[in-house]
């Protein structure tokens, strides 16, 4: 399984960004996809995850209210709409994937996408 991650970029607090995740590969409906982020110094942080079939989700308390995913299963593509955006959310924001149920920790995932850059500045 391929993840490419896009949409990141600088924006200013209070502003928004949606980071895409498109999925390639041999990918199945039994899979969950999450987004983590990591900041300068800081431990890979889960942020949400929703199920491919399902299509439940699963937030971090700290976006919880702010940031939406959602899918789309024509494209194979999942989506983080980041709203409110606070300069607490900067980071590399990576997607990954997990084959079977919701996960949200690091070592739960088995696919890793590259990151893509949030920058939220004053």
């Known amino acids: 399984v391929q993840l490419q991650a896009s949409g990141g970029g600088l924006v200013q607090a209070g502003g928004s960004l949606r980071l895409s995740c498109a999925a390639s590969?041999?990918?199945?409906?039994?899979?969950?996809m999450g987004w983590f982020r990591q900041a300068p110094g800081k431990e890979h942080e889960f942020v949400a995850a929703?199920?491919?079939?399902?299509?439940?989700?699963y937030y971090a308390d700290s976006v919880k209210g702010r940031f939406t995913i959602s899918k789309d299963n024509a494209k194979n593509t999942v989506y983080l709409q980041m709203n409110s955006l606070k300069i607490e959310d900067t980071a590399v924001y990576y997607c990954?994937?997990?084959?079977?149920?919701?996960?949200?920790?690091?070592?739960?995932?088995?696919?890793w996408g590259q990151g893509t850059q949030v920058t939220v500045s004053s």
């Open positions: 990954a994937a997990r084959r079977y149920g919701m996960g949200h920790s690091f070592a739960d995932y088995d696919y």
């Open positions: 590969g041999r990918t199945s409906s039994t899979y969950v």
């Open positions: 929703i199920g491919w079939k399902i299509g439940s989700t």
